[in-house]
């Protein structure tokens, strides 16, 4: 069988009024896949059977070259901000045409996927790629269809990728070369310009938080497992928080590591598979990320030993954002279909760059939907295009970047989810203690693990909580297998009056960055920090 034809869809690219492409290779399973991509130069094979590609210049999102079409539909449900950035119709025209064109007599890959594990929720996507790793990436990423699905298959949303057809910056009405950009009318992403392949996985997620929440469904970004009591769990965070660490862990199920959603019925994976952080991966700390590199996954700036071809996975020579791309299958024990019930705990995870949060709090419910609209946390280096060392960010929902509603619309889906079935919430900070970044270390993982493990038993409900005289959280005062001087940060600082004063200083940057929040209530505004 001629490979570019495997189960091809019956609704083709014609459909997008695309004509004059070289070969489209439709729907290649993993095997064809790396092969094509390792004909055609695009990437190596490590020692542990993974596809290893190098993104170039671009080793991040962009998410200043991000733009929304303004159109009706559009210009009345999107929330309009210095992330969600506008553009005419006619900009979107202009790259359109000058990506087709680029697209003439190109080879490409197609894949015909699905978001959303849940059938009454799901959205069916096309992905269109000029790399072939950027269609084994797409395919380990998304939900599968079955053989019967891919052959009618007809996409709701279609993703084109396509890097090397670059935009002119300022004379093509966008930022750089770079642009991805999302027309809800048409149903249609462009990418350009960036090889980073979590483009094109973050497009689709953007695209399900829009539509989702109009349909009443809650959109998360975050990890979600399962216990063996059937016990669901929720790990809120940005990118390097620990939402794919903490989240596969051997002694619960893997529901999935970064896009949820949470309907009448549950908690459902938005994806098929996992995007893991790989810089310092090891057997002993993440073995099930370890183990789940192997042949059909995909490395990107991961440096390989030129001698054996082992994963340097220490080394961040290309960036610190080395990443690993996997469907959810190779986790040890993961729940297939990604489903799961009302979640009986849900924990926000904060990479805290000033070292002042205490490693573990119990949230109230105002608590909890104070934190999630203030989503602090560091941006981690390397997940964005400049960023080199931790900055300290108020993303709204964990996931401003993805997050296309007015923050109202999820906060008050996540609160009366939390009020409807009585889940626990917890602040857990996975940064530092002991001193700021530069100075403190960074939380020990064994220490995180054993905190949040006691946390999602419930042998923290009866243990004696104090309260946070700047934070206003309550820290439990003792909990297995972690040194009582680690839950009290101020402990793990030399200089009292300094560990105050930082403290404090954050607590400010809490109060004047939720003054945009004026559709908060006031219970919601009184359980922030105290200044």
Known sequence: MDPQSISASRHGLDTLGLSHVGKAYWNLRPPALVAEALRRG?????????????????????????????????????????????????????????????????????QDLYAGADPAHRLKVR?????????????????????????????????????DCR???????????????????????????????????KSIFTVMNYRLPLEGVMSMHCSANIGKAGDTALFFGLSGTGKTTLSADPERRLIGDDEHGWSDTGVFNIEGGCYAKVINLSAKY????????????????????????????????????????????????????????????????TCDAFGVLPP????????????????????????????????????????????????AVYAKLLGSKIERHNTRCWLINTGWSGGPYGVGLRMSLPHTRAMVTAALKGELDEVATERHPIFNVDVPT??????????????????????????????????????????????????????
């Open 167 to 201: 935009a002119h910056g300022a004379a093509d009405g966008v930022n750089s070369e770079v642009y991805v950009l999302a027309n809800f009318s048409r149903n249609l992403v462009l990418i350009g310009g960036t090889r980073y392949a979590g483009e094109i996985k």
């Open 286 to 349: 993440e073995p099930q990320i370890y183990h789940a590199i192997r042949f059909g996954s995909v490395l990107e700036n991961v440096v390989l030993d030129p001698v054996d071809g082992a994963c340097r996975y220490e080394d961040d020579q290309h960036t610190e954002n080395t990443r690993g791309a996997y469907p959810i299958h190779y986790i040890d024990h993961a729940v297939e279909p990604s489903v799961g019930g009302h979640p009986k705990n849900i924990v926000f995870l």
């Open 42 to 110: 695009e990437g190596q094979l490590a020692d542990n059977g993974a596809l290893v590609a190098l993104t170039g210049e671009r080793t991040g999102r962009s998410p200043k070259d991000k733009f929304f079409v303004r159109e009706p539909g559009s210009e009345t449900n999107i929330d309009w901000n210095d992330t969600n950035r506008g553009i005419d119709a006619s900009v979107f025209d202009k790259l359109q045409e000058r990506t087709f064109a680029y697209m003439r007599d190109r080879d490409l890959f197609v």
């Open 360 to 407: 573990i709090s119990r949230l109230t419910t105002e608590g909890a939907m104070y934190h999630f609209l203030s989503g602090y946390t560091a941006k981690v280096a390397g997940t964005e295009a400049g960023v080199t060392e931790p900055q300290a960010t108020f993303s709204t929902c964990f996931g401003a970047p993805f997050m296309a509603l007015n923050p």
């Open 478 to 531: 003792s909990c297995p297998d972690v040194p009582p001087e680690v839950l009290n940060p101020s402990r793990t600082w030399k200089d009292q009056a300094a560990y105050a004063a930082k403290a404090t200083d954050l607590a400010k940057r809490f109060v004047e960055n939720f003054k945009r929040f004026t559709q908060a209530s006031d219970a919601i505004r009184a359980a922030g920090p105290r200044v």
């Open 127 to 163: 992905i269109i790629t000029e790399y072939a790793w950027h269609s084994l990436f797409a395919r380990q990423l998304f939900v599968r269809p079955t053989e019967e699905e891919t052959a009618n298959h007809l996409p709701d949303f279609t993703v084109i990728s396509m890097p």
